[in-house]
């Protein structure tokens, strides 16, 4: 009780503060535009009344729109329902919940665990009476425009298809014929300075060295074979800042260096191989300027970032495990690294080897906090397998081989392919030899009471644009092999999980790559996160079109996870609905092809011009396969929210549900609904897609987007049927 009270009395100090000129400025602009509101705030005695006349106000707005008003109840929910509430029904329903959320306390995990308070209109009413509560600039924005979309000043205007062609088509692909070149400078710059290195005796390594008398030329005509090689890539990977700032050309303002070098201090690990850095543009004054934005903020560090480094917290409470407890969702797991779990048909394998690296770190990485804790590094040599991981693959192929459930595995880390070929052979072997052992188990089990049996395997991996090299005919060989056989006893669908960021990263290497996985025999899907830089209008569509050329199917499009270390790569959850609903949809495929779609992944080899059909028939421009969700800091992905509450500093409270559109653990019926705080504002969003050179014209309508609903999966993703009927049961599973 007592930190309760300290908590409110904390927050009782911001009555005193006076808010700005700028601020009193669109005040006055919201009670002018709103003379309703105003009568209700000035003739309000108690911030009470002033609550109880603003919801008696929209209620009687609300009630007589039966559809609308059944959604705020949550009477009714659903796509469905959502898209026959009008723009000004949508406001209604936030002003409502604003009030039915005041006074609700959040644990604030961007300001590293504070409790914040909502209540928005208290705010507005201590502006009105004394000109003070502590209301900044980005809270009378976000409100302004929250009343202008309710006395319908604004309304939403949704671009046809040739507008979002346009804004498509102001981003360039990898495959241009001018960027390859430019790329190609690149590549020679880097190689240059690596040479150098090598003459000068600051690199000495055994595989990569110049013998005697070997001239200039003949040296870079060996680097450029030696370019071809991702061993070659790994071993030369920048990790520290000088040498980033020499192969960019020196190109780093001053800024970032010392961003970079607090980074070093900070104990975050730099990692970036040449083949990637290669595709950083170091040039001004071209009108591709911007272009690689996506890629650069992917790399380089934010201040927020490191300063939160030591504080951050895991985002998915369920990868905190401990061996013999459940997990947040319930699930009981045999290894507190090696396993992660959410759903009941599928568990994540992260092997014991150099899979559990990566080819370069991620700035938004869902895994920093482990980066933070020391369970992921870049020290290649101290992952390679140890004596004991054959035993330990063995034990957690028994937790598949016994679970009732289980269907889908997906090996990643890491990253799957960063494994060598005789490792992933290995681990491959072992998920085959269980899914005999469970064909054998089940013999012995009546219809109804079987367990799941293997359909689906996935490798999670970024190499097929962070590594193309990696793509071997070797690697090519051991997927062909597994698929072979593990077709042969009911593995029906072969899944190479990629995370493509734009269309920039797509580059004749990895088309290549692409290329020969499909060959393999294995679909290739793609899950990109919706970063700032790929949130610009345009940007994921583009990318979509450009991987459907190639036969790449869209997975998911994932809403930034993270607190304030990853503030600079925020976009807005209203952003990505309105990416959903404004760009997306142009692609949207028709349910009468579900059932073609649905064979897609056992006609790999094929997907090109399976893909080509389907869009020319259908007259698309891309497949929205992927839908757009948030990986939950509870339990699973959804999109699913209300925005319930606005902070004085101006960021939004959102409330997400569980996707109600597929299967979970039970415990979500007890877990409830959960809150979000977002980082940053929309206002400061806004401000920084100015910044990158964006109309804000363009985003019209981007406030208002303050409800999400997930959409459902496409058919391509959904397990085949059995011939026979699997067991209710739940194993591994403990739920108090």
């Not at 300075?193 to 690199?203: A, C, F, P, Q, Y």
């Not at 359909?455 to 190499?463: A, E, I, P, Q």
Request: charged share 30%; hydrophobic share 35%; net charge neutral.
């Amino acid at each position: 009780m007592q930190s309760r009270q300290k908590n409110i009395n904390r927050h009782k100090k911001y009555d005193k503060v006076a808010i700005s000129i700028q601020s009193q400025k669109l005040l006055n602009t919201l009670l002018e535009e709103n003379p309703k509101l105003a009568e209700i705030l000035h003739k309000s005695e108690t911030k009470t009344e002033a609550l109880l006349g603003i919801r008696e106000w929209v209620l009687d707005f609300l009630k007589p729109r039966e559809t609308a008003y059944k959604y705020y109840k949550r009477e009714i929910q659903g796509r469905e329902a959502l898209d026959n509430i009008n723009w000004q029904e949508v406001a209604a329903i936030r002003i409502l919940d604003y009030i039915d959320n005041t006074g609700r306390e959040f644990v604030d995990l961007n300001r590293r665990g504070k409790i914040t308070i909502s209540h928005p209109f208290r705010l507005l009413w201590m502006a009105v009476k004394s000109g003070t509560g502590g209301g900044e600039f980005d809270f009378f924005i976000d409100m302004l425009e929250l009343f202008r979309q309710f006395n319908g000043k604004t309304m939403r205007m949704v671009p046809d298809q040739k507008k979002v062609r346009e804004w498509m088509e102001r981003h360039p692909s990898g495959l241009d014929p001018e960027i390859v070149h430019v790329r190609e400078q690149n590549r020679n710059r880097i190689l240059n300075v690596i040479i150098k290195r090598i003459n000068s005796g600051n690199i000495n390594n055994h595989r990569y060295q110049f013998e005697d008398g070997l001239s200039q030329e003949q040296k870079f005509l060996r680097a450029l074979e030696w370019w071809k090689e991702s061993k070659f890539h790994l071993q030369f990977a920048i990790r520290e800042p000088e040498l980033l700032n020499e192969m960019l050309d020196h190109s780093l303002e001053s800024k970032t260096m010392e961003i970079l070098h607090e980074a070093v201090e900070a104990g975050i690990p730099i990692f970036i191989n040449p083949y990637y850095l290669s595709l950083l543009d170091t040039r001004v004054n071209t009108k591709y300027i911007g272009a690689d934005l996506a890629i650069r903020d992917y790399v380089l560090y934010s201040k927020q970032l490191v300063n939160e480094f030591g504080y951050i917290t895991a985002w998915e409470k369920e990868d905190i495990v401990e061996p013999g407890k459940p997990n947040a969702a319930g699930w009981i797991l045999p290894s507190n690294h090696s396993l992660h779990r959410r759903y009941p048909e599928v568990a994540i394998l992260i092997p014991d080897t150099v899979g559990r690296a990566c080819g370069g770190l991620c700035v938004s990485c869902q895994r920093m906090y482990d980066f933070q804790n020391g369970h992921l590094n870049f020290n290649l040599n101290k992952l390679k397998p140890r004596e004991t991981w054959p035993h330990k693959l063995q034990r957690l192929m028994d937790y598949f081989e016994e679970d009732a459930q289980l269907r889908d595995i997906l090996i990643t880390g890491g990253d799957a392919l960063m494994s060598s070929d005789a490792s992933l052979k290995k681990i491959l072997d072992e998920v085959y030899n269980m899914a005999c052992e469970k064909i054998e188990q089940n013999k012995h089990r009546a219809d109804g009471q079987k367990y799941a049996e293997m359909l689906r395997v996935r490798l999670g991996t970024r190499l097929p644009v962070y590594l193309p090299q990696r793509i071997t005919d070797s690697l090519i060989q051991v997927l062909k092999e597994f698929k072979e056989k593990a077709s042969a006893i009911g593995f029906r669908q072969f899944v190479i999980q990629t995370h493509v960021q734009t269309s920039m990263e797509i580059t004749p290497e990895a088309a290549e790559g692409i290329r020969k996985l499909l060959s393999a025999g294995w679909i290739v899907s793609n899950q990109v996160v919706f970063t700032a830089a790929s949130a610009r209008r345009g940007h994921i569509a583009k990318l979509r079109k450009v991987l459907n050329d190639l036969g790449v199917m869209p997975y998911y499009t994932f809403s930034v996870k993270g607190y304030k270390e990853n503030y600079h790569n925020f976009a807005t959850n209203a952003r990505i609905v309105q990416e959903q609903i404004e760009e997306k949809i142009i692609g949207l495929i028709d349910h009468k092809y579900d059932e073609r779609i649905h064979s897609f992944p056992e006609d790999a080899e094929n997907m090109v011009e399976n893909i080509r059909k389907l869009r020319e028939e259908a007259n698309l421009p891309f497949l929205s396969s992927d839908r757009s969700v948030l990986n939950m800091p509870g339990v699973g992905k959804s999109l699913t929210y209300r925005t319930i509450g606005l902070t004085r500093k101006g960021r939004r409270i959102l409330e997400f549900d569980h996707d109600r559109t597929r299967s979970h653990s039970p415990i979500i019926e007890k877990m409830g609904k959960v809150s979000i705080l977002e980082s940053k504002t929309m206002w400061a969003f806004l401000q920084q897609l100015v910044a990158m050179g964006e109309n804000p014209e363009d985003y019209q309508g981007l406030f208002g987007y303050t409800i999400g609903e997930t959409e459902p999966r496409q058919a391509i993703y959904e397990y085949p049927d059995y011939d026979f009927n699997i067991s209710d049961e739940m194993t591994n599973l403990e739920i108090d």
